[in-house]
């Protein structure tokens, strides 16, 4: 699996709207067959930071969303919304969804 984690600093004036500005790519993305998880958190130590978690089944699944219609046309349109260039983590994961965190196991 390839695991992204990325952080979008968004200029202030549109922080409070950026879920629906990324909306169109957001939903594309997640209806891809190989898309596994794409989803945003807003930082609750920075109101103009939102942090991207996604996943893909394979480095195919990866390739095949970085070559689509809308990763282009979010490449044209989002970067006017943001304050900086996103910050990126990405790494291959042999697993194909969330582990438990076994040192917070919540007792049945």
Known sequence: M????????????????WPEIAREFTEATRGEAGCRWFEWSRSL???AEYVLVEAFADEDAGAAHVQ???????????????????????????QDDWSELGEMAVAD
Request: without cysteine; aromatic residues 8%; hydrophobic residues 45%.
């Open 2 to 17: 390839i695991f992204i984690t990325a952080k979008f600093r968004v200029r202030l004036e549109h922080a409070g709207h």
């Open 45 to 47: 130590d920075d109101p």
């Open 68 to 94: 689509s219609a809308h990763f282009r046309k979010a490449q044209e349109v989002l970067p006017g919304y943001l304050a900086e260039t996103p910050r990126v983590v990405h790494a291959a994961v042999d």
